[in-house]
Every structure is written in structure tokens, then in C-alpha cells.
């Protein structure tokens, strides 16, 4: 049977502070409850913890041999529980973030980071679904995710303002003048999507499909600077949302006029690590800026 901790404090109450009393009222405890276990502890163990001369006690060799043990477990304790303090009130702790891209991620984080500045955050980038994978390995503990099956039950998810797509051209395409395109005339011409397992490239593909067409020429790149170099230095069309097309005077924003080109975001977790305490307050966070928004 292991030492009873209830035990062990009330011995180590007893050395630290050299008095039966003074350790009963520290530990919140009657001293007759106290003498009793410090003695139930000799007994088990068939030695003596203390001297005792009337009012006034020593602690035996064994006795300092002990309280030097206990020190260190008893400071450990208060360790233990500074930080689980500090946890809940969370000036320390770790958020690790995967995203898809920063626009719409780095706002809401740099926002959480300003309420919690004690939070060290950590965030990664990519695909649909290397975004997904991630995720449900625990590589991260939130992802910012353009599409959620919706037969998951294992995931916890708050759908974000929904946004769109856009065409975009080089400065020197025969379109440069124009603000507007349509599916039919985009088919006509080179496209550089990203690779597949983005969610861009998805929407984009059924929007072509639904319009009764098939895209004939497309030039595959890995990743958004790859496409918008490759889209500057005149290769094709390519095909963004709209949040993410930065300023760049090599390139042009064309509405595609006869397609809804919806795209919805979510910032998503796995329903059994939803209450954990940093993962809760980014998610309440992001919850409380949405219905700002609204």
C-alpha cells in the first residue's frame, strides 16, 4: 500500500513549521487529526519522525532525512500547481494553428494574441487536405479549413463569413481592361490552378462542370505565390479568392459573372479537444468577432 499523502503533509507540515499547532492551523485541520496520522506514520513504519521534550519537538535523523525528501516534493507540488493556475488564467499555454492561408488566419490570431499575449502560437500552412490530416493526427490543435465533411461527428467547426473566387490576369492580357469575365470565356484559356486537394481548384472545376464544359488546357502549380508568378509572367489565368488576391500592379481581378463561386471557411477542432482551455478561448474569441461582424 503506497504512503498516504494526507500523511506525508501532515509530517511535513510538522518540520516545517516545529510545532503540532502551528501546522494543524496552517493545513486547516484539528491538531488531534494531525498527531494522529504523523503517529499512524511512525507506527507503519516502526520508527520515530520526532523527539518530543513537552511543548518542544526535534526532528530524529530519519526524521531530516525525510523532510529533506518531502521539501522537494512539496515544492514540486506548488510548481504543479502554479502552472495548472497560470493555464486556467492563460498567461502560458500553446496554440498550434494550420491554415490553408494567412489572410484570413492571421487577423483573428494576431487578435488572440493581444488578449492572451502569454500564449505562444505556432501555425502551419497548407492544402485542404494535408489541413484535414493534420488535424485529425493532432499536429494541430485548431485549423482554418475551406470545407468540412459534414458527416463528422468527430469534428467541432464555426463557419466563418463566406467569400469568393475570382479570375485574375496579367497586366499585358487582351483583359486587362475589362472587370468581368464568364465561365464560357474562361474555359477558352490557359488556367493555372493549384495542386489537387485544394479547395479552390475544387470549387473552380465544378463551377466549369455544372457550366456543361471541361477544362482543356490547365498548368498545375503548388501553391498561391507559384500561381500569381506564373499568372504575372503572362502562363494563364488564374483563379483565387478574393481575400487573397493582394496588391500587385502586374495583375488584374476579373469577376466571373455567371458563377456563383462561393468558397466557405471554418476554423475547426476535434470535438474531444474542444474544452481544452486555450483551444476554448480561441474558439469563444472567434465566435464573439463573427457576431461582431454579422
Known amino acids: 500500500m503506497p504512503i498516504s499523502h494526507a500523511h506525508l503533509r501532515s509530517f511535513h507540515a510538522v518540520a516545517q513549521y516545529g510545532s503540532f499547532t502551528r501546522a494543524a492551523e496552517m493545513l486547516n485541520i484539528t491538531q488531534p487529526t494531525l498527531s494522529g496520522q504523523v503517529k499512524e506514520l511512525e507506527q507503519r513504519y516502526g520508527t520515530k519522525l520526532f523527539v518530543r521534550y513537552g511543548r518542544r519537538i526535534e526532528l530524529t535523523d530519519i526524521g531530516k532525512s525525510a523532510f529533506s525528501i518531502t521539501r522537494l516534493i512539496f515544492r514540486h507540488e506548488e510548481e504543479v500547481e502554479q502552472l495548472l493556475q497560470s493555464a486556467r488564467a ?23 494574441q493581444r488578449l492572451y499575449p502569454g500564449i505562444q502560437i505556432s501555425i502551419q500552412y497548407g492544402n485542404s487536405q494535408q489541413l484535414m490530416s493534420w488535424l ?3 499536429r ?3 485549423a482554418f479549413l475551406p470545407n468540412i465533411p459534414p458527416e463528422d461527428q468527430h469534428l467541432y467547426a464555426i463557419r466563418l463569413a463566406p467569400g469568393r473566387l475570382v479570375a485574375f490576369a496579367s497586366e499585358e492580357h487582351d483583359w486587362s481592361e475589362r472587370r468581368s469575365v464568364t465561365i464560357d470565356e474562361l474555359v477558352t484559356q490557359r488556367i493555372i490552378l493549384r495542386e489537387k486537394g485544394s479547395r479552390t481548384r475544387s470549387i473552380f472545376e465544378d463551377a466549369v462542370a455544372q457550366a456543361g464544359h471541361v477544362l482543356h488546357d490547365v498548368m498545375e502549380i503548388s501553391g498561391r505565390e507559384g500561381v500569381r508568378e506564373a ?9 483565387v479568392a478574393e481575400n487573397e488576391l493582394v496588391a500587385d500592379p502586374r495583375l488584374r481581378a476579373l469577376t466571373v459573372s455567371n458563377a ?28 464573439s468577432s463573427q457576431a461582431d461582424n454579422k
Not at 90 to 112: E, W
Not at 231 to 239: D, K
Not at 266 to 279: G, I, K, Q
Open 90 to 112: 492563460l498567461t502560458s499555454g500553446q496554440l498550434r494553428v494550420a491554415a490553408d492561408a494567412p489572410y484570413i488566419a492571421t487577423p483573428l490570431l494576431a487578435q488572440f
Open 136 to 138: 485529425q493526427s493532432r
Open 140 to 142: 494541430c490543435d485548431v
Open 231 to 239: 499568372v504575372a509572367a503572362g502562363f494563364g489565368i488564374g483563379i
Open 260 to 287: 456563383e463561386l462561393i468558397h466557405a471557411e471554418y476554423v475547426a477542432c476535434l470535438e474531444e479537444t474542444r474544452s481544452l482551455r486555450v483551444t476554448d478561448a480561441f474558439l469563444e474569441m472567434v465566435r
